[in-house]
Every structure is written in structure tokens, then in C-alpha cells.
């Protein structure tokens, strides 16, 4: 069964001080991997898709990679309004939904 | 500007009662999504569509249905089988090819009178 597993669940920083968040999948055959932030009441945010192992995507802060298990996100010198939650998913097979892990909270503390 | 729309953003269901979540989109996609998303679990699926007329059942779809009778909008209705209906739902929509990232909109919090 395809299945997502994100770690830490919650993260605090300081300002400043760069750290990583991991995704692992269990799927048969890598299909693609998707990162959304999510905001405390609002819908998941769209940042990012990697595609194959060894892709990169930054924006901003933010720089994600990927490997044939896993995927990191990496933040650089946070800010206080990249705190939210950061979700990632995989299409499952036949690409009729996305499985999604269960976050990683991240609060960034001035 | 193009985007998913989520009406009302709070609503409250009384004993016995059904409700309608609305979901309209305008990004021209063919495919649409209900999840639930409670404290810890992530998001699961209820229901998706990925053509008008046409739906199936995601992961939790008991005590929910939906209909498609437009491309631009999937309405769920949580009706009086579902017994822990308080949630935070949220509709999304993608265009066709697979691997297009699937976009949300902001979220219908149910809670129970």
C-alpha cells in the first residue's frame, strides 16, 4: 500500500537557523513527489513538484530534493512567516489521488 | 484570477440533519476532490471526480455523497449517517496528465450544534 510518512511532526527554530524536513514513501514505481504549505485555516498551498531522483526545486528559503526514498525540504535562514504547516504526497497508482503525510508544524520564533 | 472557491467557511449541523459543502472552481480542470482533514491524521479522501457525471469513492466516503453535474462544481453533502462529522474539509481540483499538482481551496470547518 502506497503510504507517506513525514517527520519531525513539529519543529521550532529560531530565526536565522537552517534546518531540513523530511518525507519518506513506500510506493511501487516513483511517480512524482508534491510539497504544499499549509497556513492554520486555509487550504494546502501548492510549492513544489520533483519528478524524478535527484531533482531540485527552490523558491525563496525553500529548496527541495529528492531520492529514489525520500525527500527533504531545506530551509535557509527562516523567517517567522515561513511558519506553517508543510505537507508532501505522492499520486498513487494509476494517478487517481494523492497520499499525503501528515505534516510537519513549523514554528520559526523571531 | 483563477481558483477554487469553498462556501460557507463555517457550519454547524444540527441532530439528524444534512448538509451541502459548495466547491466551484474556474481553472477549467476536469478533475475534482473532497478530503477531510482532522488534528493529526492528515488528509483523506472522500470522494473524487475525475470527469462530469461521473465520481467515485475515496477512502472514507461512508455517510458522505457528492454529485458532478458541471465541470466547475462538486458539492458534498455530509449527511445524518455520518456520526463524526466535525472536520475541516477541503475541496481541490487538477487538470489532466497525471502529474499536475492538485490545488485547494480554503477549507469548510463542520462542527456539531
Known amino acids: 500500500e502506497d503510504q507517506v510518512t513525514q517527520s519531525p511532526e513539529a519543529l521550532r527554530l529560531q530565526e536565522g537557523e537552517s534546518s531540513s524536513l523530511n518525507c519518506s514513501y513506500t510506493?511501487?514505481?516513483?511517480?512524482?513527489l508534491f510539497w504544499y504549505r499549509q497556513d492554520p485555516g486555509k487550504g494546502p498551498e501548492f510549492l513544489f513538484t520533483?519528478?524524478?531522483a535527484g531533482e531540485e526545486k527552490e523558491k525563496e528559503r525553500l529548496k527541495a530534493t529528492l531520492t529514489k526514498k525520500e525527500s527533504f525540504l531545506h530551509i535557509t535562514a527562516p523567517k517567522p512567516e515561513d511558519s506553517a504547516t508543510y505537507l508532501c504526497a505522492v499520486p498513487n497508482t494509476g494517478f487517481q489521488k494523492l497520499v499525503f503525510g501528515t505534516g510537519t508544524r513549523l514554528l520559526v520564533s523571531p | 484570477d483563477g481558483g477554487i472557491t469553498q462556501s460557507p467557511k463555517y457550519l454547524f449541523r444540527k441532530e439528524g440533519q444534512n448538509v451541502t459543502l459548495s466547491c466551484e472552481q474556474n481553472l477549467n480542470h476536469d478533475a475534482m476532490y473532497w478530503y477531510r482533514q482532522d488534528p493529526g491524521q492528515g488528509l483523506r479522501l472522500i470522494y473524487y471526480?475525475?470527469?462530469?457525471?461521473?465520481?467515485q469513492k475515496g477512502d472514507i466516503a461512508e455517510g458522505y455523497s457528492v454529485s458532478r453535474e458541471k465541470k466547475e462544481s462538486f458539492p458534498l453533502t455530509v449527511t445524518s449517517a455520518q456520526k463524526n462529522p466535525t472536520a475541516f474539509y477541503l475541496c481541490a481540483s487538477t487538470g489532466t496528465g497525471g502529474r499536475q499538482p492538485q490545488h485547494f481551496g480554503d477549507g469548510t470547518r463542520l462542527s456539531i450544534l
Open positions: 510506493v511501487s514505481g516513483l511517480r512524482g
Open positions: 520533483l519528478y524524478s
Open positions: 471526480s475525475q470527469i462530469v457525471n461521473d465520481f
